[in-house]
């Protein structure tokens, strides 16, 4: 691929989509794209996977390894009562790994937070799916993907400057929760149509090294944004509100900086064929009919789709719970915390550009059964030997990445 001016070459024209593909939408137009050898513009392929490092913030930082595990579901949103009985002589708090305080209503408090917390992921689970396979929908049948993106990018900056008034006090904890669930929701949504636009910036012999370059990039734009962050945490204190609250921030003004490169430089992806403008209500029937169509005549490609729902639901179980179960389950510090942070998107930044070329070299279904297989054997080995302490939470949790 060549820096070429996007301007001096007029857009390819797209043919309609095959009659058999169009209950796919945008997914389908990446596989049919009958111009495989397009000069797509290196800068448009850096913008597209600039707006992953720009979203990584939200889920690094704010979803897993930071805000939620570390200030949300901590003892800072404890009844005062409840907190001060955790309390120890040596002016420490209970560590609710150690058997001898499980029973506590200082350990049966902080389980409270992290269940309502789950509670609230559950929604947002909810929502999402229901409302993002219509608006992928719509997205797809009014050519408005970009437009899409460039809203919820919106959203998720709102929703990461509202957690600014979030004050440690177990009367703002739902409204924290739902807060970043809300995110969640929008993220999800955003990125349906985010990698729909794969199809301007990849060609189908290059589709798993692009998506691989806009996966790795977030995930290394997460070890930055948790750099950027560390001064902050540490230079005010972990029990200091105002460090979680000066984070969020930061989250937000990183969201809304690194998208620009893909509003500016990234065309908006065609319309494709099929039933399109129709209300939100009537997405849902064209939903219906699209995936009875697709079961009929492509029945591999439904139960693929069925799979990739059930895993990427998992996926965002792990994402959600995996800095809580380590601080709560396996009694890691604060610091170790964000050490494992930083190491857990290094090297899933790494190994996710590195798949994206080994999809191209070897294809994405053994590539994913390998991926499959490992991710099972490590939730297995980590409940296992969870005994055994924090080194196994390490090792797996690393290699699970």
């Not at 597209?48 to 979203?55: F, K, P, R, S, T």
Request: one cysteine or more; aromatic letters at 12%; a neutral charge.
């Amino acid at each position: 691929m060549s820096d070429v001016d996007p301007s001096s070459n007029p857009p390819t024209p797209k043919p309609p989509m095959p009659s058999d593909t169009r209950a796919l939408g945008a997914i389908g137009g990446v596989f049919q794209d009958t111009v495989a050898e397009r000069d797509i513009p290196r800068k448009q392929v850096r913008s597209w996977a600039m707006w992953d490092w720009a979203l990584q913030p939200f889920n690094t930082v704010i979803l897993t390894f930071v805000w939620i595990a570390l200030y949300l579901t901590s003892r800072q949103f404890l009844d005062p009562e409840v907190r001060a009985s955790g309390l120890l002589a040596d002016g420490s708090y209970m560590n609710c790994n150690d058997s001898r305080y499980l029973d506590t209503a200082y350990c049966h408090g902080l389980t409270d937070l992290s269940e309502w917390w789950g509670w609230a992921n559950f929604a947002a689970g909810i929502l999402i799916l229901l409302l993002a396979p219509v608006l992928g929908q719509q997205a797809d049948a009014r050519g408005s993907k970009k437009k899409w993106v460039l809203g919820a990018t919106i959203g998720i900056a709102l929703v990461q400057f509202s957690l600014f008034f979030v004050e440690a006090d177990p009367k703002f904890f739902w409204f924290g929760a739902f807060a970043v669930a809300l995110g969640a929701v929008v993220a999800e949504i955003g990125n349906v149509s985010y990698y729909a636009m794969l199809s301007e910036v990849s060609t189908p012999k290059t589709v798993g090294r692009v998506s691989g370059l806009g996966w790795g990039l977030g995930y290394i734009g997460g070890v930055v944004a948790l750099i950027v962050c560390i001064p902050v945490l540490f230079g005010l204190g972990q029990d200091n509100p105002l460090a979680y609250k000066l984070v969020a921030v930061i989250c937000a003004v990183w969201t809304l900086v690194f998208s620009i490169p893909l509003f500016r430089n990234v065309p908006e992806s065609p319309a494709y064929g099929g039933p399109e403008k129709v209300g939100i209500f009537g997405a849902y029937v064209v939903l219906a009919k699209n995936l009875r169509k697709l079961f009929q005549t492509n029945r591999q490609t439904f139960w693929f789709l069925a799979a990739a729902a059930v895993y990427r639901d998992g996926l965002a179980g792990v994402f959600a719970f995996g800095a809580v179960l380590a601080a709560q389950g396996f009694g890691f510090s604060f610091l170790e915390v964000i050490v494992f942070g930083l190491a857990a998107n290094l090297v899933a930044g790494i190994s996710t550009i590195a798949a994206g070329r080994l999809d191209d070299a070897i294809g994405a279904r053994k590539l994913i059964i390998i991926a499959l297989i490992g991710l099972v054997a490590m939730a297995f080995v980590v409940f296992a030997l969870r005994d055994l302490g924090t080194i196994v939470f390490w090792i797996c949790g690393l290699l699970l990445c």
